[in-house]
Structures are given as structure tokens and as C-alpha cells.
């Protein structure tokens, strides 16, 4: 049984701060990871992916993998209003497939 | 880049009638597609995976005879939704596999089609 855990949040940070966004997967043949940013009443959007264990930065966007550990994390740094969306964890379980988390929900205060 | 189409946006119909959605990739040939289905505060689900001129996956609990899937070109795959019942009345999103760019499990996703069954 596949599975990906991501607490349900809301998590809530001020305006400027870094949000943490963590996921768990159980699947230990993954060998890719998607964060998606869903904004209420719209389709998920691609925010990063990962591959390799360590960290991979894109302009806001931290990823951080580690494949022993299960364990892969989204950083947003300096978060906006904007941001304010559910963070979907995907983890490629083969075939091209993801398997989704229920998702964090995020909410920047201004 | 990587832009997914999605047609209609929103559909309402009444019970027993049938829903054809459309999912296009408008920028990149697409070997692979998905559809997913969302009920609210849920995780998406995947519903099947569309290969090119071969017939739909389906995923375990999904009736391949309601829920039929044409992947009729790179660009172009439907998803028909017949003899809706109230209880199909979901968001149905699909998404494209952009073959080899950056990698070839990078799915995009199109807007989605939220769907009432009266």
C-alpha cells in the first residue's frame, strides 16, 4: 500500500517568514518528487521537482529529498499572500504515475 | 511551456445523460495522459492513464465502462463520463507527460472540469 503523509496543517506563517512544508513517503522505489500548489477550486500546478538527495533552490522554492530517510520537504522562503494554497507531495510510485498527499494548507498572514 | 487544456471548464447535466471532457496539450506532443478525480477537501485520485493509441488503464475501483478514455492523438484525449449519477458529480482534472523535457514523468495539469449531476 502505497502511501504519502503530509500533515493537513493549516500551517500558518507570517508575511516575509519561511514556511516548512514536510512529506513522507512509503514507497522506496520513488525515484522522483513533484510539489504541486493547488489553489482552492483550481488544478494543481507544478511548483518543483526533485531527484537527487540534497536540496535543489528555485528563486523562493527549496526542495530537500532524502531518500533514506523517506523523506522529502518544500521550503518557501520570504512568503507571500500569494503563496497561501494547499502543497501537494508526489512521489513517482512508476509508470510515469504520482501518487498524491492529501496536501498542507498554507496560509501566509499579512 | 507545457500548457494542458481542459474543455468544458464546468458542465451540468441531468442523471442518465453523458459527459464528454476534453484534455489537450497545447504546446508539446504528450505520450501519456491522466485523469484524476477530486471530491472537495480530498486528495486527487487517479482515475487511469491514457496512452497514445492503446487503450486506458484503469485504476482499481474505476469502471472502465462508464468512465471511457480515448487518447486519440499526441495532443488530444477524452474522458466520457456516461450514465452520470449525482454521485460523479466531482472535479475531473487531467494532466500531459511531457515526454523527455525536463524528464519523462513531469506531469502538467489542465484547469480541471467540475462537473454537477442533477
Known amino acids: 500500500q502505497k502511501e504519502v503523509e503530509q500533515n493537513s496543517g493549516p500551517l500558518s506563517v507570517p508575511e516575509g517568514a519561511i514556511a516548512s512544508l514536510n512529506c513522507t513517503y512509503s514507497?522506496?522505489?520513488?525515484?522522483?518528487f513533484f510539489w504541486y500548489r493547488q489553489y482552492s477550486g483550481k488544478s494543481p500546478e507544478l511548483i518543483m521537482s526533485i531527484y537527487s538527495n540534497g536540496d535543489k533552490e528555485d528563486g523562493r522554492f527549496t526542495a530537500q529529498l532524502n531518500k533514506a530517510s523517506q523523506y522529502v520537504s518544500l521550503l518557501i522562503r520570504d512568503s507571500q499572500p500569494s503563496d497561501s494554497a494547499t502543497y501537494l507531495c508526489a512521489p513517482e510510485t512508476g509508470a510515469n504515475n504520482l501518487f498524491f498527499g492529501t496536501g498542507t494548507r498554507l496560509t501566509v498572514i499579512p | 511551456g507545457a500548457v494542458v487544456s481542459q474543455h468544458p471548464s464546468r458542465v451540468i447535466c441531468k442523471s442518465g445523460t453523458s459527459v464528454k471532457i476534453e484534455c489537450r496539450s497545447l504546446?508539446?506532443?504528450?505520450?501519456?495522459m491522466f485523469w484524476y478525480r477530486q471530491f472537495p477537501k480530498k486528495s486527487l485520485m487517479l482515475m487511469a492513464t491514457s496512452n497514445e493509441g492503446s487503450k486506458a488503464t484503469y485504476e482499481q475501483g474505476v469502471e472502465k465502462d462508464k468512465f471511457l478514455i480515448n487518447h486519440a492523438s499526441l495532443t488530444l484525449s477524452t474522458l466520457t463520463v456516461t450514465s452520470a449519477h449525482p454521485e460523479d458529480s466531482s472535479f475531473y482534472i487531467c494532466?500531459?507527460?511531457?515526454?523527455?523535457?525536463?524528464?519523462?514523468?513531469?506531469?502538467?495539469f489542465g484547469p480541471g472540469t467540475r462537473l454537477t449531476v442533477l
Open positions: 504546446d508539446f506532443q504528450a505520450t501519456t
Open positions: 494532466s500531459a507527460s511531457l515526454s523527455g523535457y525536463p524528464f519523462t514523468d513531469t506531469q502538467y
Open positions: 514507497d522506496r522505489g520513488s525515484q522522483s
